[in-house]
């Protein structure tokens, strides 16, 4: 099992210095960038079996890749059970919230749209423990990233200390040995 110093590597260090910084816009598009990157990372161990199709399903340079965009990480991993219904709302907020920014040059965390997903954000997760009460729309952001970076992190660890990869496939052909086992049952029986 992993330890916190392992869930929170250097990359999260960083992305969070990077959320703590002065530039609001920075701050959102950094803090998505790395969840995006972090569930492709999630679904490719999961899916992928054969890594030579990464660049046709997940790569986001790819504009072809079914795969390549938050939006379709996100629907996909909440349809193969990765995500919660709940996990799927924040994310689809924090998407938004970047949305507003990345089209926005003015864009800051007082607009209101922003906040209101903040708001929302603040009422889906209520675990984390913020620096001033009420919390800033920004330090709720900054929270719920954080949270999900260190889930999605911990998540994708896990995968791979118990070697979930091709994990789709892997249960189809584990689906198909148990029919067989069953059939050989009823033929000997």
């Known amino acids: 099992m992993n330890t916190d110093n392992e869930v929170f590597?250097?990359?999260?260090?960083?992305?969070?210095?990077?959320?703590?910084?002065?530039?609001?816009?920075?701050?959102?598009?950094?803090?998505?960038?790395?969840?995006?990157?972090?569930?492709?990372?999630v679904l490719e161990q999961y899916l992928l079996e054969n890594l030579s199709v990464h660049y046709e399903l997940l790569d986001s340079e790819n504009l072809n890749a079914p795969l390549s965009s938050f939006g379709a990480r996100i629907t996909v991993s909440y349809a193969m059970g990765l995500l919660s219904q709940s996990d799927v709302e924040a994310l689809r907020k924090l998407k938004k919230i970047r949305n507003r920014f990345a089209?926005?040059?003015?864009?800051?965390?007082?607009?209101?749209?922003?906040?209101?997903?903040?708001?929302?954000?603040?009422?889906?997760?209520?675990?984390?423990?913020?620096?001033?009460?009420?919390?800033?729309?920004?330090?709720?952001?900054?929270?719920?990233?954080?949270?999900?970076?260190?889930?999605?992190?911990e998540k994708l660890d896990l995968m791979k200390e118990f070697d979930v990869s091709g994990n789709f496939s892997s249960v189809i052909r584990m689906s198909a040995e148990l029919g067989q086992a069953r059939e050989s049952r009823k033929s000997a029986g």
Not at 17 to 39: F, H, M, N, T
Not at 131 to 140: C, G
Request: charged share 25%; proline share 5%; net charge negative.
């Open 103 to 153: 089209h926005s040059l003015k864009m800051s965390f007082q607009d209101d749209e922003v906040r209101s997903h903040c708001e929302r954000l603040r009422e889906l997760l209520k675990e984390p423990h913020y620096v001033s009460e009420p919390p800033t729309p920004r330090e709720i952001f900054q929270s719920v990233v954080a949270y999900y970076s260190g889930g999605l992190s």
């Open 9 to 41: 590597d250097e990359n999260w260090h960083l992305m969070y210095e990077e959320l703590a910084g002065e530039s609001e816009s920075a701050c959102v598009i950094v803090g998505v960038a790395y969840l995006d990157d972090l569930l492709g990372q």
